[in-house]
């Protein structure tokens, strides 16, 4: 259960960086003294995606089940 | 001066509550005629891009969110002074009401799913060879053999995705019943059969999740993970054409990876 709480809390992190470093208004121009822009639309992905099978493998224990809805 | 924003909002009245941001910073509403830019300010730049940053902007972008329609706008973005974030408020005016109206009342939610890509395609080999034994050819020469191979790996290629496709499809005729505008992706890795993104009016969001229950259960071997409801981050349409609205990808990519896995937390998994 423990696992399943870090693992929802690690992928709602990524989540949350996909789109706020990735997505929304993006401005730029004279005006704008500095736009941190990280290009994580794939790359984001990538680790998404290794985050949760490195998990499952330290862990030891394989996710059986659909993953929790993040909280 | 410095000017951290935030948000784009349907509303140019000042927040009730007090609401605190970046740093702890006090979040306020710039007006600009009928809509307004939610910053806080700082004396100096704001230079930390940690994890807890960036968990302060989107949870102001939700907090936003729950009273007003918004335009999240990206981490770090910084104005130099009242006047030039008013000057871009202009430039930008009609762009962000075009925005707000279309987004008005709708949220976005997130459902990426994960298949066995594995299975999936030794399934496919092993009906394959299944269907070559039957039409065995006789003549085993090195040129056969390769055109064999060559054709076995097309046929794999072609099966897999078109099992995506049919997968996709299913679960999309749920999901798009309650959805104003989606954006879907196939197979962005071979383990990631769809990663989507859904806008979904308000009182619809009840019946998006129930579309969402009732395509998970029956896919035991899938993984699937649903997030939301999220400001429309990926529903914000902007002319890339602007002189002040422009991707600026300007980064070296070692720096973004960095910075990103360090944000991420990636060095300790």
Redesign the interface.
Known sequence: MHDVAIKSK????????D???????????D??????????I???????????E??EK?RGAP?T???Q??T | MKLYLYGIIDSSDQINEPIYGLEGACVCNIPYCDIGAVVSEFTEPVQNNTKGNVLAHEEIAERLMEHFTVLPVRFHTVFDGRDNLLSMMQSCYKDFKDNLARLHNKLEFGIKVIWPADKIKEHIINTCKKSSQKMSISDDSSNKRFMRDKFEKYKLDEEFQAKADKFINIMDIFFSKFAAEKKLKKLKTEDLLLDAVYLVEKDKQDDFREAFEHIKGPHTSFKFLFSGPWPAYNFVILPKNSDLLKDSRQEDLFDKVVQYQELAGAEKI
């Open positions: 690690e992928v709602t992190l990524l989540e949350v960086l789109r706020v470093l990735n997505k929304g208004v993006v401005i730029s121009g005006v704008v003294i500095s736009v941190a822009d990280v290009d994580l794939y790359l984001g992905l990538k680790v998404l995606l290794s985050s949760v490195t998990m330290y996710i089940g659909p993953m809805e993040p």
